[in-house]
């Protein structure tokens, strides 16, 4: 019995912003899933996004035997190989973006969050960093496998504030870690058993911005046996709170899984890197430079929809019936 992933996933402008920075990727050939929230002004957020999913996919599609055979690269723990190059792709996601904002002063101060999943043997590996979240969905709750990078739990934790006493004081939205702000990055990274029928929901905080995780769950359990309306309704239901952000939502549940002795790994931060692994990095961004593309590719989704106004579509079937209309008039009034 071999492994066997089953993913869904849905990225929505919401019903504020004028475009989308969220971004995500379902790869289920090499069972990798990725939420992102990008920020930064003139689109800078949504170059963020898309710039880490581009960086992950080509490292886990294209490069993924050379890159897991530099040691350079290394994060310096003993880990199962999918989530040990999950967290050197991540590393490069963030370099691309901190390279990027270096060479565009339009783009100075962009990030993105990011929370992702890499399924091998019995075992998932969480990669997060900012407040964009995972969690393991049971029949009886929801559990939490990330904690946010934001201002508000850090004050709860220092100084045991409720999260309404610590939102009053630093806002709800200020992160303290993010891909691309700075030249290197932490990441938490855990290691956790799976079984089959176990399901993970991943969410930007479009949605759990908005949503507590009794609500969350109550919603996702409603609709478990169905990873689509389970992503679908989750949407809505943030849209339903007043959609003031983008939100995306991926599901994911484990279909077969073979056990294995593998021990999991309890949560640890990989610190930032140091000035000879950046130059290592920026080595390889050359490398993966060569396989981006000007479309993105089926495994690749965002959101397209932009706000105020008709879509391309619309805009073409109404061309076509004033073209069928004048037709119609010439051909049944004209001369006999």
């Known amino acids: 019995m071999s492994l066997i992933i089953k993913s869904a996933g849905k990225t929505d402008i919401g019903l504020v912003r004028s475009g989308n920075e969220d971004y995500l990727y379902l790869d289920d050939r090499n069972h990798v899933y990725v939420v992102c929230d990008g920020m930064g002004g003139h689109q800078a957020g949504e170059v963020a996004s898309m710039a880490a999913v581009q960086t992950i996919e080509v490292v886990h599609n294209e490069l993924r035997r050379s890159i897991l055979k530099d040691e350079r690269l290394s994060p310096g723990r003993s880990l199962p190989d999918e989530t040990d190059l999950l967290l050197r792709s991540v590393r490069l996601a963030n370099r691309e973006i901190h390279n990027r904002a270096l060479a565009n002063p339009a783009m100075a101060g962009m990030g993105t969050t990011i929370v992702a999943l890499t399924f091998e043997h019995d075992l998932v590996g969480v990669a997060h960093v900012g407040d964009s979240r995972a969690y393991r969905l049971d029949r009886k709750e929801l559990t939490p496998l990330t904690a946010d990078h934001s201002w508000v ?41 799976v079984n089959a029928g176990d399901t993970f929901i991943l969410c930007s905080d479009g949605l759990c911005g908005f949503a507590d995780d009794d609500e969350i769950f109550e919603v996702a359990n409603r609709h478990r046996d169905d990873l689509q309306k389970i992503v679908e309704n989750l949407v809505r239901f943030a849209n339903d709170r007043g959609g003031n952000d983008n939100v995306t939502v991926v599901a994911v549940r484990v279909e077969e899984v073979r056990p294995t002795d593998i021990p999991e790994v309890t949560k640890f931060t990989l610190p930032a890197q140091a000035q000879d692994l950046i130059a290592a990095e920026n080595e390889w961004l050359k490398r993966i430079h060569e396989f981006d593309s000007a479309e993105p590719p089926a495994t690749r989704v965002q959101a397209k929809k932009k706000a105020g106004g008709p879509s391309k579509l619309i805009l073409l079937l109404i061309f076509l019936f004033f073209v069928a209309a004048a037709w119609a008039i010439v051909h049944f009034t004209g001369p006999r």
């Open 153 to 193: 739990n850090e004050m709860q934790a220092a100084h045991n504030m409720s999260q309404q006493e610590a939102e009053s004081i630093v806002g709800k939205n200020v992160i303290t870690r993010a891909l691309g702000v700075r030249e290197g990055v932490e990441i938490d990274c855990r290691l956790l058993r």
